[in-house]
Protein backbone atom coordinates (compact mmCIF):
# COMPACT_ATOMS: atom_id res chain seq x y z
CA UNK A 1 0.00 0.00 0.00
CA UNK A 2 1.29 3.35 -0.78
CA UNK A 3 1.35 6.83 0.80
CA UNK A 4 0.94 10.20 -0.49
CA UNK A 5 4.82 10.76 -0.75
CA UNK A 6 5.51 7.67 -2.55
CA UNK A 7 2.34 8.85 -4.81
CA UNK A 8 4.41 12.23 -5.84
CA UNK A 9 7.69 9.95 -6.67
CA UNK A 10 5.41 8.24 -9.06
CA UNK A 11 4.17 11.31 -10.55
CA UNK A 12 7.45 13.44 -10.46
CA UNK A 13 9.19 10.29 -11.99
CA UNK A 14 6.31 10.06 -14.95
CA UNK A 15 6.11 13.48 -15.69
CA UNK A 16 10.24 14.10 -16.04
CA UNK A 17 10.58 10.92 -18.33
CA UNK A 18 14.28 11.34 -17.39
CA UNK A 19 16.51 10.29 -14.77
CA UNK A 20 16.42 12.02 -11.01
CA UNK A 21 18.72 12.15 -8.42
CA UNK A 22 17.89 10.14 -5.01
CA UNK A 23 18.78 13.93 -3.33
CA UNK A 24 16.25 15.34 -5.89
CA UNK A 25 13.25 13.14 -5.22
CA UNK A 26 14.55 13.43 -1.07
CA UNK A 27 13.53 17.61 -1.63
CA UNK A 28 10.66 16.87 -3.50
CA UNK A 29 8.73 14.93 -0.65
CA UNK A 30 10.77 16.36 2.45
CA UNK A 31 12.65 13.12 3.58
CA UNK A 32 15.89 11.65 4.16
CA UNK A 33 18.17 10.03 0.98
CA UNK A 34 17.85 7.08 2.80
CA UNK A 35 14.15 7.15 3.10
CA UNK A 36 13.58 7.56 -0.92
CA UNK A 37 15.53 4.03 -1.39
CA UNK A 38 13.18 2.59 1.01
CA UNK A 39 10.31 3.91 -0.87
CA UNK A 40 11.55 3.02 -4.46
CA UNK A 41 11.77 -0.58 -2.81
CA UNK A 42 7.97 -0.49 -1.64
CA UNK A 43 7.07 1.02 -4.91
CA UNK A 44 8.59 -1.91 -7.16
CA UNK A 45 7.06 -4.39 -4.95
CA UNK A 46 3.66 -1.66 -6.05
CA UNK A 47 4.49 -1.22 -9.52
CA UNK A 48 4.81 -4.70 -10.67
CA UNK A 49 1.07 -4.63 -10.55
CA UNK A 50 0.92 -2.28 -13.65
CA UNK A 51 4.21 -4.23 -15.35
CA UNK A 52 6.13 -0.95 -14.71
CA UNK A 53 9.30 -0.39 -12.49
CA UNK A 54 11.46 2.55 -11.76
CA UNK A 55 14.80 1.15 -12.89
CA UNK A 56 18.25 2.51 -11.30
CA UNK A 57 21.84 3.53 -12.37
CA UNK A 58 24.07 3.79 -9.90
CA UNK A 59 25.57 7.91 -10.21
CA UNK A 60 23.04 8.79 -12.46
CA UNK A 61 19.30 8.58 -10.46
CA UNK A 62 16.13 6.73 -10.95
CA UNK A 63 13.66 6.33 -13.83
CA UNK A 64 10.11 5.00 -14.11
CA UNK A 65 10.56 2.71 -17.10
CA UNK A 66 7.84 0.02 -18.98
CA UNK A 67 5.03 0.93 -21.38
CA UNK A 68 3.76 4.80 -22.34
CA UNK A 69 -0.20 3.05 -21.52
CA UNK A 70 0.42 1.11 -18.01
CA UNK A 71 2.81 4.25 -16.83
CA UNK A 72 0.26 6.36 -17.37
CA UNK A 73 -1.92 4.32 -15.96
CA UNK A 74 0.02 4.14 -12.36
CA UNK A 75 0.61 7.95 -12.75
CA UNK A 76 -3.16 8.44 -12.69
CA UNK A 77 -3.50 6.38 -9.61
CA UNK A 78 -0.62 8.01 -7.95
CA UNK A 79 -2.57 11.22 -8.62
CA UNK A 80 -5.99 9.98 -7.21
CA UNK A 81 -3.49 9.26 -3.82
CA UNK A 82 -2.13 12.84 -4.21
CA UNK A 83 -5.60 14.68 -4.79
CA UNK A 84 -6.60 12.64 -1.54
CA UNK A 85 -9.03 10.16 -3.51
CA UNK A 86 -7.46 7.02 -1.95
CA UNK A 87 -6.36 6.16 1.06
CA UNK A 88 -2.89 6.54 2.35
CA UNK A 89 -0.23 4.76 4.50
CA UNK A 90 -1.04 6.62 7.63
CA UNK A 91 -2.43 4.65 10.82
CA UNK A 92 -5.65 6.44 9.70
CA UNK A 93 -5.35 4.99 5.91
CA UNK A 94 -4.36 1.84 6.98
CA UNK A 95 -7.47 1.36 9.24
CA UNK A 96 -9.81 2.24 6.75
CA UNK A 97 -7.79 -0.09 4.29
CA UNK A 98 -8.59 -2.77 6.98
CA UNK A 99 -12.13 -1.79 7.16
CA UNK A 100 -12.88 -2.54 3.43
CA UNK A 101 -10.96 -5.82 3.12
CA UNK A 102 -12.87 -7.27 6.33
CA UNK A 103 -16.30 -5.37 4.77
CA UNK A 104 -15.77 -7.12 1.56
CA UNK A 105 -14.72 -10.26 2.99
CA UNK A 106 -16.52 -13.36 4.43
CA UNK A 107 -13.77 -14.48 6.13
CA UNK A 108 -10.06 -12.88 5.72
CA UNK A 109 -7.06 -14.48 7.59
CA UNK A 110 -4.09 -12.62 8.98
CA UNK A 111 -1.59 -14.02 6.39
CA UNK A 112 -3.95 -12.49 3.56
CA UNK A 113 -4.90 -9.27 5.36
CA UNK A 114 -1.02 -8.80 5.86
CA UNK A 115 -0.54 -9.33 2.54
CA UNK A 116 -2.71 -7.21 0.90
CA UNK A 117 -1.90 -4.29 3.70
CA UNK A 118 1.73 -4.74 2.97
CA UNK A 119 2.38 -5.45 6.28
CA UNK A 120 4.38 -7.93 8.38
CA UNK A 121 1.52 -10.38 10.17
CA UNK A 122 2.96 -8.57 13.50
CA UNK A 123 2.23 -5.10 12.48
CA UNK A 124 -1.26 -6.42 10.95
CA UNK A 125 -2.62 -7.88 14.75
CA UNK A 126 -1.51 -4.72 15.99
CA UNK A 127 -3.28 -2.77 13.55
CA UNK A 128 -6.43 -4.92 14.42
CA UNK A 129 -6.56 -3.89 18.03
CA UNK A 130 -7.27 -0.28 16.41
CA UNK A 131 -10.17 -1.58 14.27
CA UNK A 132 -11.64 -3.64 17.15
CA UNK A 133 -11.76 -0.46 18.91
CA UNK A 134 -13.33 1.61 16.03
CA UNK A 135 -15.79 -1.63 15.46
CA UNK A 136 -17.08 -1.23 19.30
CA UNK A 137 -18.63 1.86 18.65
CA UNK A 138 -20.85 0.03 16.47
CA UNK A 139 -21.43 -2.56 18.86
CA UNK A 140 -19.64 -4.63 16.08
CA UNK A 141 -16.91 -7.43 17.34
CA UNK A 142 -14.23 -9.63 15.01
CA UNK A 143 -15.39 -13.32 15.16
CA UNK A 144 -12.48 -15.79 14.60
CA UNK A 145 -13.26 -19.53 13.09
CA UNK A 146 -10.78 -22.05 12.64
CA UNK A 147 -9.02 -22.62 8.88
CA UNK A 148 -11.58 -19.66 7.99
CA UNK A 149 -10.39 -16.37 9.14
CA UNK A 150 -12.20 -13.44 11.26
CA UNK A 151 -14.95 -11.61 9.90
CA UNK A 152 -16.90 -8.73 11.55
CA UNK A 153 -20.74 -9.64 12.95
CA UNK A 154 -23.36 -7.70 14.55
CA UNK A 155 -26.30 -5.72 13.44
CA UNK A 156 -26.85 -5.29 9.56
CA UNK A 157 -27.99 -2.10 9.82
CA UNK A 158 -25.01 -0.96 12.11
CA UNK A 159 -22.36 -2.82 9.98
CA UNK A 160 -23.80 -0.89 7.33
CA UNK A 161 -23.68 2.52 9.02
CA UNK A 162 -19.57 1.29 9.28
CA UNK A 163 -19.56 0.87 5.45
CA UNK A 164 -21.17 3.90 4.70
CA UNK A 165 -18.30 6.07 6.89
CA UNK A 166 -15.40 3.94 5.62
CA UNK A 167 -16.30 2.03 2.44
CA UNK A 168 -17.59 4.80 1.16
CA UNK A 169 -16.51 8.37 0.73
CA UNK A 170 -18.15 11.94 -0.39
CA UNK A 171 -15.65 14.54 -1.06
CA UNK A 172 -15.82 18.11 -1.41
CA UNK A 173 -16.61 18.36 -5.05
CA UNK A 174 -19.54 15.90 -4.22
CA UNK A 175 -17.02 13.48 -6.29
CA UNK A 176 -18.11 9.69 -5.16
CA UNK A 177 -15.44 7.22 -4.05
CA UNK A 178 -16.73 3.42 -3.63
CA UNK A 179 -14.24 0.83 -1.90
CA UNK A 180 -17.05 -2.01 -2.24
CA UNK A 181 -15.25 -5.06 -4.91
CA UNK A 182 -18.70 -5.72 -5.71
CA UNK A 183 -20.69 -2.90 -7.49
CA UNK A 184 -18.69 -1.68 -10.41
CA UNK A 185 -18.22 2.06 -11.43
CA UNK A 186 -20.48 1.66 -14.41
CA UNK A 187 -23.23 0.41 -12.51
CA UNK A 188 -22.77 3.43 -9.48
CA UNK A 189 -23.51 5.61 -12.70
CA UNK A 190 -26.57 3.47 -13.63
CA UNK A 191 -27.93 3.82 -10.51
CA UNK A 192 -27.31 7.87 -10.11
CA UNK A 193 -28.98 7.94 -13.91
CA UNK A 194 -31.93 6.30 -12.31
CA UNK A 195 -32.13 8.17 -9.27
CA UNK A 196 -31.59 11.34 -11.60
CA UNK A 197 -34.36 10.89 -13.44
CA UNK A 198 -36.86 9.52 -11.10
CA UNK A 199 -36.10 12.64 -9.09
CA UNK A 200 -36.85 14.43 -12.20
CA UNK A 201 -39.56 13.05 -13.41
CA UNK A 202 -41.62 13.34 -9.98
CA UNK A 203 -40.66 16.94 -9.79
CA UNK A 204 -38.83 16.91 -6.90
CA UNK A 205 -35.78 18.97 -5.67
CA UNK A 206 -33.46 17.51 -2.98
CA UNK A 207 -30.20 18.89 -2.24
CA UNK A 208 -26.99 18.03 -3.70
CA UNK A 209 -26.17 16.39 0.10
CA UNK A 210 -29.84 14.50 0.49
CA UNK A 211 -28.82 12.84 -3.04
CA UNK A 212 -25.18 12.10 -1.82
CA UNK A 213 -27.46 10.40 1.02
CA UNK A 214 -29.83 8.27 -1.13
CA UNK A 215 -26.96 7.20 -3.72
CA UNK A 216 -24.75 5.66 -1.02
CA UNK A 217 -28.00 3.94 1.06
CA UNK A 218 -28.88 2.47 -2.86
CA UNK A 219 -25.14 1.52 -3.42
CA UNK A 220 -24.76 0.18 0.04
CA UNK A 221 -28.25 -1.98 0.02
CA UNK A 222 -27.31 -3.39 -3.66
CA UNK A 223 -23.90 -4.79 -1.87
CA UNK A 224 -25.07 -6.04 0.36
CA UNK A 225 -27.87 -7.91 -1.47
CA UNK A 226 -25.14 -9.26 -3.72
CA UNK A 227 -23.18 -10.68 -0.16
CA UNK A 228 -26.33 -12.40 0.87
CA UNK A 229 -27.26 -9.61 3.62
CA UNK A 230 -30.57 -8.29 2.69
CA UNK A 231 -31.76 -6.26 5.53
CA UNK A 232 -34.86 -8.66 7.36
CA UNK A 233 -38.00 -7.04 7.86
CA UNK A 234 -37.23 -7.79 11.90
CA UNK A 235 -34.26 -5.13 11.50
CA UNK A 236 -36.66 -2.11 10.35
CA UNK A 237 -38.56 -2.50 13.71
CA UNK A 238 -39.95 1.17 13.78
CA UNK A 239 -39.58 3.95 10.77
CA UNK A 240 -41.25 6.94 10.89
CA UNK A 241 -42.66 6.41 7.30
CA UNK A 242 -42.36 9.95 5.02
CA UNK A 243 -43.51 10.64 2.26
CA UNK A 244 -40.59 9.34 -0.08
CA UNK A 245 -41.74 5.93 0.28
CA UNK A 246 -43.36 5.60 -3.31
CA UNK A 247 -40.60 7.13 -4.79
CA UNK A 248 -37.88 4.79 -3.05
CA UNK A 249 -40.26 2.27 -4.15
CA UNK A 250 -40.21 3.28 -7.96
CA UNK A 251 -36.46 3.68 -7.76
CA UNK A 252 -35.27 0.49 -6.72
CA UNK A 253 -37.86 -1.29 -8.51
CA UNK A 254 -36.21 0.34 -11.98
CA UNK A 255 -32.70 -0.67 -10.01
CA UNK A 256 -33.62 -4.31 -9.60
CA UNK A 257 -34.50 -4.36 -13.32
CA UNK A 258 -31.57 -2.81 -14.35
CA UNK A 259 -28.75 -4.95 -12.27
CA UNK A 260 -31.29 -7.85 -12.53
CA UNK A 261 -31.90 -8.38 -8.59
CA UNK A 262 -34.24 -9.48 -6.36
CA UNK A 263 -35.26 -6.69 -3.86
CA UNK A 264 -37.30 -7.46 -1.43
CA UNK A 265 -39.68 -4.71 0.63
CA UNK A 266 -37.42 -4.56 3.53
CA UNK A 267 -34.62 -3.32 1.61
CA UNK A 268 -37.04 -0.25 0.81
CA UNK A 269 -37.69 0.17 4.03
CA UNK A 270 -34.27 0.55 5.12
CA UNK A 271 -32.99 3.27 2.14
CA UNK A 272 -36.35 4.99 2.68
CA UNK A 273 -36.18 5.52 6.67
CA UNK A 274 -32.55 6.06 6.37
CA UNK A 275 -32.12 8.10 3.08
CA UNK A 276 -33.96 10.92 4.91
CA UNK A 277 -34.92 12.81 1.45
CA UNK A 278 -38.99 14.37 1.55
CA UNK A 279 -40.41 13.71 -1.88
CA UNK A 280 -41.28 17.48 -1.60
CA UNK A 281 -40.50 20.17 -4.33
CA UNK A 282 -39.44 23.02 -2.59
CA UNK A 283 -39.24 25.56 -5.31
CA UNK A 284 -42.96 25.35 -6.27
CA UNK A 285 -43.73 26.54 -2.34
CA UNK A 286 -47.00 24.46 -2.53
CA UNK A 287 -48.94 24.49 0.74
CA UNK A 288 -48.77 21.16 2.80
CA UNK A 289 -51.66 19.40 3.13
CA UNK A 290 -52.41 19.88 6.82
CA UNK A 291 -53.14 16.70 8.86
CA UNK A 292 -54.54 18.06 12.42
CA UNK A 293 -53.20 14.14 13.85
CA UNK A 294 -49.95 14.72 12.34
CA UNK A 295 -47.44 15.05 15.30
CA UNK A 296 -45.05 16.91 13.39
CA UNK A 297 -47.02 19.66 11.98
CA UNK A 298 -48.77 19.99 16.14
CA UNK A 299 -45.45 20.61 17.39
CA UNK A 300 -43.77 23.20 14.95
CA UNK A 301 -47.83 24.70 15.14
CA UNK A 302 -47.26 25.10 18.89
CA UNK A 303 -43.73 25.93 18.92
CA UNK A 304 -44.05 28.75 17.04
CA UNK A 305 -46.88 30.23 19.38
CA UNK A 306 -44.58 30.12 21.94
CA UNK A 307 -41.73 31.61 19.46
CA UNK A 308 -43.74 34.72 18.99
CA UNK A 309 -44.17 35.54 22.39
CA UNK A 310 -40.67 35.69 22.64
CA UNK A 311 -40.04 37.54 19.65
CA UNK A 312 -43.22 38.91 18.81
CA UNK A 313 -42.80 37.45 15.60
CA UNK A 314 -45.55 35.08 14.53
CA UNK A 315 -43.42 32.76 12.01
CA UNK A 316 -46.57 30.86 11.23
CA UNK A 317 -47.48 33.49 8.62
CA UNK A 318 -44.84 32.74 6.92
CA UNK A 319 -45.91 29.34 4.60
CA UNK A 320 -42.63 28.58 3.32
CA UNK A 321 -40.80 29.00 6.59
CA UNK A 322 -43.94 26.14 8.11
CA UNK A 323 -43.46 24.24 5.29
CA UNK A 324 -39.75 23.77 5.20
CA UNK A 325 -39.42 23.58 8.61
CA UNK A 326 -41.62 20.69 9.07
CA UNK A 327 -39.88 19.05 6.51
CA UNK A 328 -36.87 19.35 8.02
CA UNK A 329 -37.72 18.13 11.10
CA UNK A 330 -39.37 14.69 9.76
CA UNK A 331 -36.27 14.39 7.85
CA UNK A 332 -33.83 15.04 11.02
CA UNK A 333 -36.45 12.71 13.24
CA UNK A 334 -36.20 10.00 10.49
CA UNK A 335 -32.08 10.11 10.39
CA UNK A 336 -31.78 9.75 14.06
CA UNK A 337 -33.76 6.95 14.15
CA UNK A 338 -32.12 5.14 11.39
CA UNK A 339 -28.59 6.12 13.41
CA UNK A 340 -27.84 8.51 10.13
CA UNK A 341 -25.95 12.14 11.29
CA UNK A 342 -25.65 14.67 8.89
CA UNK A 343 -22.16 16.93 9.28
CA UNK A 344 -23.27 20.75 8.51
CA UNK A 345 -19.99 22.31 6.67
CA UNK A 346 -21.50 25.65 7.51
CA UNK A 347 -21.70 25.17 11.04
CA UNK A 348 -18.92 28.11 12.24
CA UNK A 349 -20.23 30.19 10.16
CA UNK A 350 -24.00 30.02 11.12
CA UNK A 351 -22.73 30.23 14.63
CA UNK A 352 -20.91 33.13 14.40
CA UNK A 353 -23.26 35.12 11.92
CA UNK A 354 -26.51 34.33 13.02
CA UNK A 355 -26.76 33.64 16.84
CA UNK A 356 -30.25 35.15 17.41
CA UNK A 357 -30.93 32.60 15.07
CA UNK A 358 -28.86 30.02 16.28
CA UNK A 359 -30.94 30.66 19.90
CA UNK A 360 -34.27 30.74 18.12
CA UNK A 361 -33.14 26.93 17.14
CA UNK A 362 -31.43 25.89 20.18
CA UNK A 363 -35.38 26.61 21.70
CA UNK A 364 -36.56 24.45 18.95
CA UNK A 365 -33.99 21.37 19.65
CA UNK A 366 -34.49 21.58 23.12
CA UNK A 367 -38.75 20.68 22.67
CA UNK A 368 -37.70 18.64 19.57
CA UNK A 369 -35.72 16.66 22.09
CA UNK A 370 -38.61 16.22 24.66
CA UNK A 371 -41.36 15.59 22.89
CA UNK A 372 -39.99 12.87 19.99
CA UNK A 373 -36.94 11.46 22.72
CA UNK A 374 -34.24 13.00 19.71
CA UNK A 375 -30.71 13.81 20.45
CA UNK A 376 -29.93 17.06 18.60
CA UNK A 377 -26.07 18.03 17.64
CA UNK A 378 -24.36 21.06 16.98
CA UNK A 379 -24.86 20.20 13.22
CA UNK A 380 -28.62 19.43 13.56
CA UNK A 381 -29.35 23.05 15.32
CA UNK A 382 -27.12 25.04 12.49
CA UNK A 383 -29.47 23.52 9.84
CA UNK A 384 -32.72 24.42 11.57
CA UNK A 385 -30.52 28.12 11.84
CA UNK A 386 -30.75 28.48 8.19
CA UNK A 387 -34.50 28.03 8.48
CA UNK A 388 -34.84 31.10 10.72
CA UNK A 389 -32.41 32.80 9.17
CA UNK A 390 -34.68 33.02 5.54
CA UNK A 391 -37.42 33.87 7.26
CA UNK A 392 -35.93 36.60 8.96
CA UNK A 393 -34.43 37.92 5.77
CA UNK A 394 -38.00 37.45 4.18
CA UNK A 395 -39.92 39.52 7.32
CA UNK A 396 -37.85 42.49 5.46
CA UNK A 397 -38.60 43.17 1.84
CA UNK A 398 -39.60 42.00 -2.00
CA UNK A 399 -38.28 42.52 -4.92
CA UNK A 400 -38.35 42.43 -8.99
CA UNK A 401 -35.07 41.44 -11.87
CA UNK A 402 -35.01 37.68 -12.61
CA UNK A 403 -32.32 35.77 -11.02
CA UNK A 404 -31.52 31.77 -10.76
CA UNK A 405 -29.88 30.49 -7.24
CA UNK A 406 -27.82 27.38 -7.46
CA UNK A 407 -26.50 26.33 -4.73
CA UNK A 408 -24.68 22.89 -3.32
CA UNK A 409 -25.39 23.57 1.01
CA UNK A 410 -28.81 22.76 1.09
CA UNK A 411 -32.18 24.14 1.05
CA UNK A 412 -32.21 25.98 4.01
CA UNK A 413 -28.89 28.39 2.84
CA UNK A 414 -30.48 28.11 -0.67
CA UNK A 415 -33.51 29.85 1.08
CA UNK A 416 -31.64 32.37 3.04
CA UNK A 417 -29.18 33.53 0.44
CA UNK A 418 -32.63 33.81 -1.58
CA UNK A 419 -34.13 35.64 1.00
CA UNK A 420 -30.93 37.68 1.52
CA UNK A 421 -31.07 38.98 -2.63
CA UNK A 422 -34.01 40.44 -1.89
CA UNK A 423 -34.28 42.16 1.28
CA UNK A 424 -30.85 43.97 0.37
CA UNK A 425 -31.72 44.59 -3.58
CA UNK A 426 -35.19 46.17 -4.57
CA UNK A 427 -35.27 45.17 -7.76
CA UNK A 428 -34.66 41.39 -7.96
CA UNK A 429 -36.76 38.98 -8.18
CA UNK A 430 -35.34 34.98 -7.14
CA UNK A 431 -36.99 32.83 -9.60
CA UNK A 432 -35.62 29.52 -8.04
CA UNK A 433 -33.09 27.80 -6.07
CA UNK A 434 -31.52 24.85 -7.16
CA UNK A 435 -28.96 21.92 -6.40
CA UNK A 436 -25.89 21.69 -8.62
CA UNK A 437 -27.46 18.60 -10.27
CA UNK A 438 -30.55 20.74 -11.09
CA UNK A 439 -28.67 22.93 -13.38
CA UNK A 440 -30.44 22.07 -16.70
CA UNK A 441 -34.04 22.89 -14.94
CA UNK A 442 -32.63 26.47 -13.49
CA UNK A 443 -31.43 26.85 -17.42
CA UNK A 444 -35.19 26.52 -18.50
CA UNK A 445 -36.28 29.12 -16.68
CA UNK A 446 -37.07 32.99 -17.78
CA UNK A 447 -33.85 34.39 -15.98
CA UNK A 448 -31.44 37.45 -16.34
CA UNK A 449 -28.38 35.98 -14.44
CA UNK A 450 -27.41 32.79 -11.93
CA UNK A 451 -26.19 33.40 -8.40
CA UNK A 452 -23.91 30.25 -7.78
CA UNK A 453 -21.89 29.26 -4.89
CA UNK A 454 -20.02 26.86 -7.10
CA UNK A 455 -18.24 27.02 -10.42
CA UNK A 456 -20.46 25.90 -13.49
CA UNK A 457 -19.19 24.96 -16.58
CA UNK A 458 -20.85 28.12 -18.82
CA UNK A 459 -19.68 26.75 -22.31
CA UNK A 460 -23.08 25.52 -22.58
CA UNK A 461 -25.36 28.51 -22.01
CA UNK A 462 -25.06 32.14 -22.21
CA UNK A 463 -27.08 33.41 -19.21
CA UNK A 464 -24.31 35.53 -17.19
CA UNK A 465 -23.23 34.12 -13.60
CA UNK A 466 -22.23 35.88 -10.61
CA UNK A 467 -20.05 33.29 -8.18
CA UNK A 468 -20.40 33.83 -4.39
CA UNK A 469 -17.62 32.44 -2.15
CA UNK A 470 -19.23 33.06 1.65
CA UNK A 471 -22.71 32.72 1.38
CA UNK A 472 -23.07 34.76 4.55
CA UNK A 473 -20.72 38.02 3.28
CA UNK A 474 -21.66 40.77 1.66
CA UNK A 475 -19.47 39.86 -0.87
CA UNK A 476 -22.81 39.32 -3.83
CA UNK A 477 -24.72 42.16 -2.58
CA UNK A 478 -22.11 44.52 -3.45
CA UNK A 479 -21.64 43.08 -7.13
CA UNK A 480 -25.46 42.79 -7.47
CA UNK A 481 -26.37 46.22 -6.32
CA UNK A 482 -25.20 48.96 -4.53
CA UNK A 483 -25.70 48.10 -1.05
CA UNK A 484 -27.42 51.06 0.75
CA UNK A 485 -25.82 53.24 3.20
CA UNK A 486 -26.11 51.67 7.07
CA UNK A 487 -23.50 53.99 8.28
CA UNK A 488 -25.72 56.01 10.41
CA UNK A 489 -28.11 53.11 11.40
CA UNK A 490 -25.31 51.04 12.80
CA UNK A 491 -23.97 53.61 14.80
CA UNK A 492 -26.90 54.38 16.33
CA UNK A 493 -27.64 50.34 17.13
CA UNK A 494 -23.98 50.24 18.90
CA UNK A 495 -24.35 53.61 20.93
CA UNK A 496 -27.98 52.00 22.31
CA UNK A 497 -26.07 48.23 23.20
CA UNK A 498 -23.02 48.76 24.79
CA UNK A 499 -22.30 51.13 27.63
CA UNK A 500 -19.10 52.26 29.40
CA UNK A 501 -20.83 50.94 32.96
CA UNK A 502 -21.10 47.54 30.83
CA UNK A 503 -17.06 46.54 30.49
CA UNK A 504 -14.75 44.68 33.16
CA UNK A 505 -12.17 42.59 33.63
CA UNK A 506 -12.44 39.12 35.02
CA UNK A 507 -10.55 35.99 35.57
CA UNK A 508 -12.87 32.21 35.02
CA UNK A 509 -11.06 29.28 34.17
CA UNK A 510 -14.06 27.93 32.90
CA UNK A 511 -16.46 28.72 30.21
CA UNK A 512 -19.20 28.76 33.28
CA UNK A 513 -17.28 30.71 35.77
CA UNK A 514 -16.51 33.95 33.26
CA UNK A 515 -20.54 33.90 32.50
CA UNK A 516 -21.10 33.74 36.08
CA UNK A 517 -18.04 36.30 36.42
CA UNK A 518 -19.06 38.54 33.88
CA UNK A 519 -23.09 38.52 35.17
CA UNK A 520 -22.43 38.81 38.09
CA UNK A 521 -20.49 42.45 37.01
CA UNK A 522 -23.57 43.10 35.07
CA UNK A 523 -25.94 42.40 37.83
CA UNK A 524 -23.77 44.88 40.43
CA UNK A 525 -24.40 47.91 37.90
CA UNK A 526 -28.06 47.11 37.04
CA UNK A 527 -28.38 45.43 34.04
CA UNK A 528 -29.76 41.76 34.72
CA UNK A 529 -30.31 39.53 37.25
CA UNK A 530 -29.74 36.15 38.59
CA UNK A 531 -32.11 34.79 36.23
CA UNK A 532 -30.41 36.04 33.13
CA UNK A 533 -27.14 34.53 34.25
CA UNK A 534 -29.09 31.03 34.72
CA UNK A 535 -30.81 31.68 30.94
CA UNK A 536 -27.49 32.48 29.29
CA UNK A 537 -25.80 29.31 31.33
CA UNK A 538 -28.65 26.81 30.25
CA UNK A 539 -28.50 28.27 26.80
CA UNK A 540 -24.82 28.51 26.65
CA UNK A 541 -24.87 24.18 27.54
CA UNK A 542 -27.41 23.60 24.40
CA UNK A 543 -24.59 25.03 22.23
CA UNK A 544 -21.50 26.85 22.71
CA UNK A 545 -20.88 30.21 21.37
CA UNK A 546 -17.22 30.64 20.85
CA UNK A 547 -16.71 31.53 17.48
CA UNK A 548 -12.95 31.98 17.03
CA UNK A 549 -10.75 34.60 17.21
CA UNK A 550 -10.56 34.81 20.79
CA UNK A 551 -14.14 35.71 21.07
CA UNK A 552 -17.47 34.07 22.63
CA UNK A 553 -20.79 35.61 22.43
CA UNK A 554 -22.93 33.86 25.26
CA UNK A 555 -26.50 35.25 25.04
CA UNK A 556 -30.55 34.86 25.62
CA UNK A 557 -33.52 37.15 25.32
CA UNK A 558 -34.80 39.19 28.47
CA UNK A 559 -38.10 39.56 29.91
CA UNK A 560 -39.73 42.59 31.59
CA UNK A 561 -38.05 46.11 31.55
CA UNK A 562 -34.47 45.75 31.13
CA UNK A 563 -32.87 47.56 28.56
CA UNK A 564 -30.73 45.43 25.88
CA UNK A 565 -27.54 45.45 26.98
CA UNK A 566 -24.08 43.68 25.37
CA UNK A 567 -21.87 43.11 28.77
CA UNK A 568 -17.81 43.11 27.65
CA UNK A 569 -15.86 40.97 29.63
CA UNK A 570 -11.82 40.49 29.41
CA UNK A 571 -10.04 37.62 30.71
CA UNK A 572 -6.72 37.99 32.34
CA UNK A 573 -5.66 34.98 29.88
CA UNK A 574 -7.59 33.03 27.52
CA UNK A 575 -9.12 30.14 28.60
CA UNK A 576 -10.42 26.84 26.31
CA UNK A 577 -14.25 27.61 26.15
CA UNK A 578 -15.05 24.93 24.26
CA UNK A 579 -13.07 24.05 21.29
CA UNK A 580 -11.83 27.07 20.75
CA UNK A 581 -9.08 29.60 22.89
CA UNK A 582 -11.51 32.62 24.90
CA UNK A 583 -10.46 35.98 26.33
CA UNK A 584 -12.89 38.27 25.13
CA UNK A 585 -16.96 38.09 25.75
CA UNK A 586 -19.48 39.41 24.92
CA UNK A 587 -22.52 38.66 26.75
CA UNK A 588 -25.45 40.10 24.38
CA UNK A 589 -29.04 40.89 26.53
CA UNK A 590 -31.42 41.28 24.59
CA UNK A 591 -35.18 42.77 25.44
CA UNK A 592 -37.90 40.93 22.99
CA UNK A 593 -39.38 44.35 22.64
CA UNK A 594 -36.39 45.98 20.95
CA UNK A 595 -35.86 43.60 17.91
CA UNK A 596 -34.65 46.46 15.88
CA UNK A 597 -31.09 45.78 17.54
CA UNK A 598 -30.75 42.53 16.41
CA UNK A 599 -28.53 43.70 13.69
CA UNK A 600 -26.17 44.45 16.16
CA UNK A 601 -24.80 40.74 15.59
CA UNK A 602 -23.72 41.87 12.21
CA UNK A 603 -21.51 44.53 13.61
CA UNK A 604 -20.01 42.58 16.44
CA UNK A 605 -19.26 40.18 13.21
CA UNK A 606 -17.11 42.38 10.99
CA UNK A 607 -15.61 43.82 14.32
CA UNK A 608 -14.55 40.00 15.41
CA UNK A 609 -13.55 38.46 11.65
CA UNK A 610 -10.77 41.18 12.04
CA UNK A 611 -7.84 39.80 14.22
CA UNK A 612 -6.29 42.23 14.29
CA UNK A 613 -8.83 44.85 15.69
CA UNK A 614 -9.52 41.75 18.30
CA UNK A 615 -5.91 41.73 19.81
CA UNK A 616 -5.86 45.39 19.62
CA UNK A 617 -9.01 45.90 22.20
CA UNK A 618 -7.63 43.16 24.39
CA UNK A 619 -4.49 45.29 24.63
CA UNK A 620 -5.61 48.15 25.12
CA UNK A 621 -9.27 47.66 26.63
CA UNK A 622 -11.55 50.26 27.14
CA UNK A 623 -14.79 51.45 26.19
CA UNK A 624 -13.84 54.87 24.09
CA UNK A 625 -10.96 52.36 22.76
CA UNK A 626 -13.42 49.68 21.44
CA UNK A 627 -16.13 52.27 20.23
CA UNK A 628 -13.15 53.49 18.07
CA UNK A 629 -12.43 50.60 16.75
CA UNK A 630 -15.71 50.15 15.51
CA UNK A 631 -15.59 53.52 14.08
CA UNK A 632 -18.41 54.74 16.49
CA UNK A 633 -17.89 58.10 17.79
Known amino acids: ?372 KVSLDEDEIGFIAMHFGAAFERIRDKGGKKVCIICHYGIGTSMLLAEKLKRRISDINIVGTYPVRYLDMALMQDIDFIVSTVKLDTKNFKIPVLYIENVFSDEIVNELHQVFNEKDERRKILRDTFSKEAFFRINAETREEAIESLGRAMKSKGFIDDEVITKVIEREKMSSTDIGHLVAIPHTILDGEYKSIIGVGVLEKPIIWHKQEVQLIFMVCFNRKESYNFPVFKYLYNFIENEGDVRSALKLFSFDKFMEILDVK
Do not use: W
Open 1 to 372: MISKKHSIIIKYLYEKSEYVTALELSQQIEVSVRTVKRYIADLNYYLNNYGVEISSVKGVGYKLQGSTKEMKKASEEANKFIEGLQMDDSLEGRITKTLCIFLNSEYVNAEELSEKLNLSIPSTNKLISSVKDIIKKYELKIISKPHHGSKIIGDEVKIRALILNYAIKIHDNHLLEVRLDNISSKEIEDIERIITEALKSSKVIVSDKDFNELLTRVIVSIARIRNKKAISNSVIKESYKLENYDLIKEIMGQVATELKLKIEDSEIQYVSSSCGIMAYNYNTRKTLIKDANDVVNKFVDETLQELCVITGIDFREDIDFTNALIMHLKIFINRFRAGVRVNNPLLDQIKTKFPMETNLATIVAKKLEEEF
